[in-house]
């Protein structure tokens, strides 16, 4: 088991990646100290969409987007419909804020998604002006290879299972691909109307510098 000093020295060199991709990378010890950076990157009135994320709610910043001082367009708010959430899926294009987690971040600074109705994995790749990750260590993977890995054995399968998904990676705990081979195709997998693994996203070096913010955190978050 790696020791706090060898995870520490990890995520640090995972922010310089970042920062060599033109992303912005922030270290943060405990996820109690993420409420308070999210705090200071917000001004009154400002635009905020979300998407759906565990790390966002066991992180506090799902309290702190939905504070009065904002106008945070809620996509999971109760008695919602269809038609009023595919809005809020448009209005992320121009909005202030995006904040969300990630799949996997490699240690080269790439961030992998995978996205089933692709909203998500759409605001980061263009539209809002600002995208804001919360990260746990735990989702820090050696490259691309472990990355779509981790999605098919730990990401995909708990996201399925948290959503009430009928797939097989909700039963299972593992993409039904992993019973085939030890290194599937992101394609394979199940054939569900209700999969998630549709599309998928590796944001590498951006063109515009920090519009991405990673806040990684050396304890474990979401799935």
């Given amino acids: 088991m790696q020791n706090n000093k060898t995870l520490t020295e990890k995520i640090q060199n995972v922010i310089k990646a970042l920062e060599n991709n033109n992303m912005r990378g922030i270290y943060v010890k405990k996820a109690s ?3 308070g950076i ?3 990157m917000l001004f009154p009135g400002c ?8 790390s966002l709610s066991e992180s506090g910043v799902s309290d702190v987007i939905n504070s009065d001082k904002y106008n945070f367009l809620d996509r999971s708010k109760k008695g919602i419909s269809a038609e009023e959430q ?3 899926f448009k209005a992320a294009i121009g909005c202030d804020f995006f904040f969300c987690s990630t799949n996997a971040i490699t240690e080269n600074g790439e961030l992998i998604n995978v996205d089933g109705f ?17 990260v746990g260590s735990n989702k820090i993977v050696k490259d691309l290879d472990e990355g779509l890995l981790r999605i098919k054995k730990v990401a995909a399968p708990k996201n399925c299972a948290r959503l009430g998904s ?3 990676c909700a039963k299972l705990g593992h993409c039904v691909s992993l ?3 030890d290194n599937p195709d992101i394609t394979d997998g199940c054939a569900c109307d209700s999969r998630i693994c549709c599309s998928y996203l590796i944001s ?4 515009i510098k920090d519009r991405i913010t990673v806040i990684l955190c050396e304890e474990p978050l979401g799935y």
């Fill in 33 to 35: 100290e993420i409420p």
């Fill in 38 to 40: 999210v705090k200071d």
């Fill in 47 to 54: 635009v905020i969409t979300a998407g759906g994320s565990v």
């Fill in 86 to 88: 595919q809005e809020i």
């Fill in 118 to 134: 692709c909203n998500r994995i759409s605001s980061i790749a263009f539209g809002p002006k600002k995208v804001i990750m919360v």
């Fill in 166 to 168: 009928d797939t097989p």
């Fill in 179 to 181: 019973s085939k081979s």
């Fill in 204 to 207: 590498a070096r951006q063109r």
